[in-house]
């Protein structure tokens, strides 16, 4: 027992040194911006309050946030200093929600504003800077909110359950999954409406509305349509997303306007499509797949083996 306990206490003691260094250096990196942009922005009068608060966000509250448990680890104190964290977590997952339209600012502002242009190509020459740009360094909260989420862990586990700490630590790795949890949920949503208006944009005309509230994306590909009257093969590209599954075909490579688009031939809704793998319809590597509506039965055939089985996963957990 006494082993184990010294050696848990080295494996605390080095991750406790090696949260306040990562502390420190995060610490340097977000005095830049508040040093050298916010602070001098501010008082030049540059950037309009409302445009500064939506590029910035609530970076000053984080560095306080970090300042102050840097100063609780210099001194051994974790438990009061992960206490005192736990209330400023929240603002992680704020400046993660405001970080897109952050981007966005500052790119407009960039394009308007030529006082504003000129002066962060000038700072961003400062030796401090090593030649890194504004923006590399506005994503570094919620870089450190992922490395947080790792050291705690591992100070929660090289910890006896019989100590003070040991409470104060599960509750902050508690807290720290639960915002980067948060954090992760704003990403995959903005992927998502990404993905959704990229597959919008590559299918003529407005008819299918892709973009729906509540729609995730899955996934696409080229299949076989397998017709049943003995005709030849259709190829056609599928989007399948968590309600209803697209098919469409090339427009013509010479239309003027559409010649790189996709014309929408079906849209299949899942909530009452059955999926099943068909076997011995194909002599060569590959297979099929039946997919049951209420009032058709589609056939889509690959080549390929791994792609059947793939699509054959995501259709029946789409439809699941």
Same mark, same amino acid.
């Given at each position: 027992?006494?082993?184990?306990?010294?050696r848990?206490?080295?494996?605390?003691s080095?991750? &406790?040194?090696?949260?306040?260094?990562?502390?420190h250096?995060?610490?340097?990196?977000?005095?830049?911006?508040l040093?050298?942009?916010?602070?001098?922005?501010?008082?030049?009068?540059?950037?309009?309050?409302?445009?500064?608060?939506?590029?910035?966000?609530?970076?000053?509250?984080?560095?306080?946030?970090?300042?102050?448990?840097?100063?609780?680890?210099?001194?051994?104190?974790?438990?009061?200093?992960?206490?005192?964290?736990?209330?400023?977590?929240?603002?992680?997952?704020?400046?993660?929600?405001? #970080?897109?339209?952050?981007?966005?600012?500052?790119?407009e502002?960039?394009?308007?504003?030529?006082?504003?242009?000129?002066?962060?190509?000038?700072?961003?020459?400062?030796?401090?800077?090593?030649?890194? @740009?504004?923006?590399?360094?506005?994503?570094?909260p919620?870089?450190?909110?992922?490395?947080?989420?790792?050291?705690?862990?591992?100070?929660?586990?090289?910890?006896?359950?019989?100590?003070? @700490?040991?409470?104060?630590?599960?509750?902050?790795?508690?807290?720290?999954?639960?915002?980067?949890?948060?954090?992760?949920?704003?990403?995959?949503?903005?992927?998502?409406?990404?993905?959704?208006?990229?597959?919008?944009?590559? #299918?003529?005309?407005?008819?299918?509305?892709?973009?729906?509230?509540?729609?995730?994306?899955?996934?696409?590909?080229?299949?076989?349509?397998?017709?049943?009257?003995?005709?030849?093969?259709k190829?056609?590209?599928?989007?399948?997303f968590?309600?209803?599954?697209?098919?469409?075909?090339?427009?013509?490579?010479?239309?003027?306007?559409?010649?790189?688009?996709?014309?929408?031939?079906?849209?299949?809704?899942?909530?009452?499509?059955?999926?099943?793998?068909?076997?011995?319809?194909?002599?060569?590597?590959?297979?099929?797949?039946?997919?049951?509506f209420?009032?058709?039965?589609?056939?889509?055939?690959?080549?390929?083996?791994?792609?059947?089985?793939?699509?054959?996963?995501?259709?029946?957990? &789409?439809?699941?």
């Amino acid at each position: 027992v006494e082993d184990q306990r010294a050696r848990w206490e080295r494996k605390r003691s080095r991750t &406790a040194k090696k949260l306040l260094e990562t502390e420190h250096k995060y610490l340097e990196q977000l005095d830049l911006v508040l040093t050298y942009f916010v602070t001098i922005l501010k008082a030049k009068g540059t950037l309009k309050p409302a445009v500064l608060e939506t590029i910035f966000g609530p970076l000053e509250s984080l560095y306080s946030a970090s300042h102050v448990l840097s100063l609780h680890l210099e001194k051994g104190n974790l438990g009061p200093g992960l206490e005192n964290f736990c209330q400023s977590l929240d603002l992680y997952g704020h400046y993660a929600e405001n #970080l897109e339209q952050a981007n966005k600012t500052l790119k407009e502002q960039l394009r308007k504003n030529k006082s504003f242009r000129r002066f962060k190509k000038l700072q961003e020459t400062r030796p401090q800077f090593q030649g890194r @740009e504004l923006e590399d360094l506005l994503p570094l909260p919620l870089q450190r909110l992922h490395q947080y989420k790792h050291f705690f862990r591992d100070l929660l586990e090289n910890t006896s359950p019989d100590t003070p @700490e040991y409470q104060k630590l599960a509750k902050t790795v508690k807290s720290v999954c639960e915002v980067s949890q948060w954090v992760q949920d704003i990403f995959d949503k903005r992927q998502n409406s990404l993905q959704l208006l990229r597959v919008q944009k590559l #299918l003529k005309g407005q008819k299918t509305q892709v973009l729906t509230p509540g729609r995730w994306y899955i996934r696409e590909g080229w299949l076989l349509v397998v017709p049943s009257k003995g005709e030849e093969l259709k190829r056609r590209m599928f989007f399948l997303f968590s309600d209803i599954l697209i098919a469409a075909k090339p427009c013509h490579p010479l239309h003027p306007l559409n010649s790189n688009k996709l014309s929408c031939q079906a849209v299949y809704p899942l909530h009452q499509c059955s999926v099943d793998k068909v076997f011995g319809h194909t002599r060569s590597q590959g297979g099929l797949l039946s997919l049951s509506f209420p009032h058709k039965t589609l056939l889509l055939m690959s080549s390929n083996q791994q792609e059947i089985n793939d699509w054959y996963r995501s259709l029946t957990g &789409a439809v699941r």
